[in-house]
């Protein structure tokens, strides 16, 4: 491809005309980069060989990162996809403008909330992504901020002006956890030298998991390889700031969808060309670069690479270039309902430590997930811990969590050692714990408030969400925050402040007593009475939470009650009483026969629906 030229005769005749016009590209081509960036789906940094990966093997990877910058403190915001690509698109945390649930397309101010690729077009720039949007946002169409968005020609850059520069999005989803679906019986790859995450049994059929996806992800460095090759062919190489890094880890279980290690820190490699060299992160090409970078900079520092305006709402941090930031201390990540499991965790971590808040901490992990269960892996671990043959180690995905979890991922990637009450960390746990409440009340953090409560609240007020958590009135951050540390504590002499507040005129204070009165498990026997009110409160969610207390302290016949009138009437929050159905356990097993009796959905959007998985596995 020919750029920036002129008729041939005309620069003959005009010498003049040729140095102006060469040193015109020149200042344009450092003023205005090309800019392509390569996305992977899924695959974390232990599936990278040039971070030490050993299971598949990335020679275009490794490559790049000789010819550029590898980033070895780089992580995702959100774990999964469509909540982390929301994260992308507007440069904010999902959690501050309720984009944050998986696949849920909240309503945003799109009048003042920018997304990135208009910046760019303002700024002379084409843009392309003929791949995969997905930005979990409501009121606008997920192609539309794009100059080209699919069609036969798979790399976008092609499709620009004659001297226009570009920034172009090349998505590949031969890594995606589908490729880890289906049969084990056709690998290559030697399922015994798989190096297996500590808290997978070793079992053969999740070897040959590992040596499926393993393949699957040198398919994926291929594609990378693929694209260089046509940016080569095409004679702009040496113009362009090529970008990699995979859309958030993965893909084994416990790994995407989750906020350890395995499932947020992303490979991410930078390669500059050498006429652009003022825009080097200070070290030499081919070394590493220890800066903390998180997902929500990147939007921020690709406007800032291109010159184009950077509105007041970009919440990251320029990590590279001549417009570069300060490196921030830490990084935020969240995770709250991934496809019908029901979840809300905050991370702060720097690069080595991480403080994990489980805010629903009765739940499991590795509550039964169905497309999550479509990889052989995954159930077979679950069999295998069924049967009681797992340790410590393996089994804790399985079982309830500890409120608080403090991990050291130097000497713990696989984040399975809680160091919560280590007495030599609870200095850096002490202030990883500040900084996120600061965070939280930065960002107006949109989750203290279940995740159709919020909605309701919303809608009732006629506002976006994004507009109803910066209402104090409508959304009282401050106070939800301490009532959901008093929740989290466990401690039973706040026993008499839970019952108090379940009779609190705002629903989403009953809602943290209720969830306090739950971890009290035992404890909460005193407040009976006050369950037993609750049960007709006008929030679906603290009715249902009453109900499963009340049956855990011997009152079945309350609880299931209630929970049947949920279940089988409907409720306003139907996700979360088929989740604590699931989570009550045995006494609820008659609920679901007769919910599965009366015509109830056995198919949910990804796949078997909770009632039916827990038919399917208790044999009702």
Same mark, same amino acid.
């Given at each position: 491809?020919?750029?920036?030229?002129?008729?041939?005769?005309?620069?003959?005749?005009?010498?003049?005309?040729?140095?102006?016009?060469?040193?015109?590209?020149?200042?344009?081509?450092?003023?205005?980069?090309?800019?392509?960036?390569?996305?992977?789906?899924?695959?974390?940094?232990?599936?990278?060989?040039?971070?030490?990966?050993?299971?598949?093997?990335?020679?275009?990877?490794?490559?790049?990162?000789?010819?550029?910058?590898?980033?070895?403190?780089?992580?995702?915001?959100?774990?999964?996809?469509?909540?982390?690509?929301?994260?992308?698109?507007?440069?904010?945390?999902?959690?501050?403008?309720?984009?944050?649930?998986?696949?849920?397309?909240?309503?945003?101010?799109?009048?003042?909330?920018?997304?990135? !690729?208009?910046?760019?077009?303002?700024?002379?720039?084409?843009?392309?992504?003929?791949?995969?949007?997905?930005?979990?946002?409501?009121?606008?169409?997920?192609?539309?901020?794009?100059?080209?968005?699919?069609?036969?020609?798979?790399?976008?850059?092609?499709?620009?002006?004659?001297?226009?520069?570009?920034?172009?999005?090349?998505?590949?989803?031969?890594?995606?956890?589908?490729?880890?679906?289906?049969?084990?019986?056709?690998?290559?790859?030697?399922?015994?030298i798989m190096k297996l995450f500590s808290y997978h049994p070793d079992l053969p059929v999740i070897r040959k998991n590992y040596a499926k996806y393993a393949e699957a992800v040198e398919?994926?460095?291929?594609?990378?390889?693929?694209?260089?090759?046509?940016?080569?062919?095409?004679?702009?190489?040496?113009?362009?700031?090529?970008?990699?890094?995979?859309?958030?880890?993965?893909?084994?279980?416990?790994?995407?969808?989750?906020?350890?290690?395995?499932?947020?820190?992303?490979?991410?490699?930078?390669?500059?060309?050498?006429?652009?060299?003022?825009?080097?992160?200070?070290?030499?090409?081919?070394?590493?670069?220890?800066?903390?970078?998180?997902?929500?900079?990147?939007?921020?520092?690709?406007?800032?690479?291109?010159?184009?305006?950077?509105?007041?709402?970009?919440?990251?941090?320029?990590?590279?270039?001549?417009?570069?930031?300060?490196?921030?201390?830490?990084?935020?990540?969240?995770?709250?309902?991934?496809?019908?499991?029901?979840?809300?965790?905050?991370?702060?971590?720097?690069?080595?430590?991480?403080?994990?808040?489980?805010?629903?901490?009765?739940?499991?992990?590795?509550?039964?997930?169905?497309?999550?269960?479509?990889?052989?892996?995954?159930?077979?671990?679950?069999?295998?811990?069924?049967?009681?043959?797992?340790?410590?180690?393996?089994?804790?995905?399985?079982? !309830?969590?500890?409120?608080?979890?403090?991990?050291?991922?130097?000497?713990?990637?696989?984040?399975?050692?809680?160091?919560?009450?280590?007495?030599?960390?609870?200095?850096?746990?002490?202030?990883?714990?500040?900084?996120?409440?600061?965070?939280?009340?930065?960002?107006?953090?949109?989750?203290?408030?279940?995740?159709?409560?919020?909605?309701?609240?919303?809608?009732?007020?006629?506002?976006?969400?994004?507009?109803?958590?910066?209402?104090?009135?409508?959304?009282?951050?401050?106070?939800?925050?301490?009532?959901?540390?008093?929740a989290l504590a466990r401690d039973k002499a706040n026993l008499a402040t839970f019952k108090k507040w379940m009779s609190h005129e705002d629903e989403g204070i009953r809602w943290w007593?209720?969830?306090?009165?739950?971890?009290?498990?035992?404890?909460?026997?005193?407040?009976?009475?006050?369950?037993?009110?609750?049960?007709?409160?006008?929030?679906?969610?603290?009715?249902?939470?009453?109900?499963?207390?009340?049956?855990?302290?011997?009152?079945?016949?309350?609880?299931?009650?209630?929970?049947?009138?949920?279940?089988?009437?409907?409720?306003?929050?139907?996700?979360?009483?088929?989740?604590?159905?699931?989570?009550?356990?045995?006494?609820?097993?008659?609920?679901?026969?007769?919910?599965?009796?009366?015509?109830?959905?056995?198919?949910?959007?990804?796949?078997?629906?909770?009632?039916?998985?827990?038919?399917?596995?208790?044999?009702?």
């Open positions: 491809m020919q750029r920036y030229t002129l008729p041939r005769l005309a620069l003959l005749r005009c010498p003049l005309i040729l140095i102006i016009c060469l040193l015109g590209t020149f200042t344009l081509a450092q003023d205005k980069p090309n800019i392509l960036w390569i996305t992977s789906e899924d695959n974390g940094i232990s599936w990278v060989s040039c971070y030490g990966g050993t299971n598949a093997d990335t020679p275009a990877i490794d490559q790049l990162a000789k010819e550029g910058f590898r980033y070895t403190n780089c992580f995702d915001n959100a774990a999964v996809c469509a909540p982390t690509r929301s994260v992308w698109i507007t440069g904010m945390y999902g959690i501050s403008n309720g984009t944050q649930p998986m696949r849920s397309r909240n309503l945003i101010p799109h009048d003042k909330i920018k997304y990135y !690729p208009d910046l760019l077009n303002a700024a002379g720039y084409h843009t392309s992504n003929p791949g995969k949007t997905d930005y979990n946002i409501g009121g606008r169409e997920d192609k539309d901020p794009w100059d080209y968005k699919g069609g036969k020609e798979p790399y976008g850059w092609r499709m620009c002006e004659p001297g226009q520069p570009f920034f172009a999005v090349f998505n590949i989803t031969d890594s995606h956890e589908s490729r880890a679906h289906g049969s084990l019986e056709e690998i290559r790859k030697d399922p015994a398919n994926m460095d291929r594609k990378v390889q693929e694209a260089i090759d046509a940016l080569k062919a095409d004679g702009l190489y040496e113009d362009t700031i090529i970008i990699y890094n995979s859309d958030h880890g993965g893909v084994m279980a416990r790994s995407k969808r989750f906020l350890y290690s395995s499932g947020v820190h992303c490979p991410l490699v930078v390669r500059i060309p050498e006429k652009m060299k003022h825009l080097y992160p200070g070290n030499e090409p081919g070394t590493t670069v220890d800066r903390l970078v998180s997902f929500v900079d990147m939007p921020k520092t690709w406007l800032s690479l291109a010159g184009a305006e950077i509105p007041d709402t970009f919440q990251g941090t320029v990590f590279l270039g001549n417009g570069i930031e300060p490196e921030p201390k830490y990084h935020l990540g969240f995770r709250e309902r991934a496809d019908e499991r029901l979840d809300y965790v905050r991370l702060m971590r720097t690069g080595r430590y991480s403080y994990h808040k489980n805010y629903y901490p009765f739940a499991p992990a590795g509550h039964h997930l169905a497309y999550l269960w479509k990889a052989q892996l995954t159930p077979a671990w679950e069999q295998h811990h069924r049967e009681g043959k797992t340790n410590e180690i393996t089994g804790q995905f399985f079982e !309830p969590r500890a409120s608080e979890e403090f991990f050291d991922n130097e000497s713990d990637f696989d984040n399975v050692y809680n160091l919560i009450n280590a007495p030599e960390h609870q200095a850096m746990i002490a202030e990883l714990k500040v900084a996120l409440r600061q965070k939280q009340l930065e960002l107006r953090d949109s989750g203290l408030l279940p995740e159709k409560m919020r909605e309701r609240r919303a809608v009732e007020n006629n506002l976006t969400i994004y507009k109803m958590v910066r209402d104090e009135r409508l959304y009282p951050l401050e106070s939800y925050l301490d009532a959901a540390d008093r007593a209720v969830v306090g009165l739950r971890l009290l498990d035992k404890n909460a026997r005193s407040a009976t009475a006050v369950l037993k009110k609750a049960l007709k409160d006008e929030s679906h969610e603290v009715r249902v939470m009453a109900a499963w207390i009340l049956i855990d302290l011997g009152r079945s016949d309350l609880g299931l009650a209630t929970l049947e009138t949920l279940l089988i009437n409907g409720s306003e929050n139907e996700p979360m009483v088929h989740n604590v159905i699931d989570w009550v356990g045995e006494p609820a097993f008659p609920l679901v026969k007769k919910y599965l009796d009366n015509g109830g959905s056995r198919e949910g959007r990804y796949g078997i629906s909770i009632m039916a998985r827990i038919a399917q596995v208790e044999g009702l």
